[in-house]
């Protein structure tokens, strides 16, 4: 990955490419309870990780994921499964 190795550079791409207004602490909030959250918001969040690894992102799995820290770590997951 790049800039979004940790939950820290993750949280950055959702302030800078999303606009989201999130601290720290959101990222373990339930999804249902970030405020201007939306389902706009995870498809584009999709496409911006998909750019940022080189690879496809499962939109099942990330609609299953109930946190920030729960998509980034499928998306963590996932580069560590297809390291070398």
Not at 50 to 72: C, K, N, S, W
């Amino acid at each position: 990955m790049s800039g979004i190795d940790d939950l820290g550079g993750f949280l950055r791409l959702l302030r800078t490419e999303l606009g989201l207004e999130l601290s720290d602490r959101d990222a373990y909030t339930d999804l249902a309870d970030v405020e201007g959250w939306d389902s706009l918001h995870l498809l584009r969040l999709v496409s911006l990780l998909e750019d940022e690894t080189g690879r496809r992102i499962p939109v099942r799995q990330v609609l299953e994921a109930r946190t920030f820290q729960q998509i980034h770590s499928l998306v963590a997951g996932g580069a560590r499964a297809a390291a070398p």
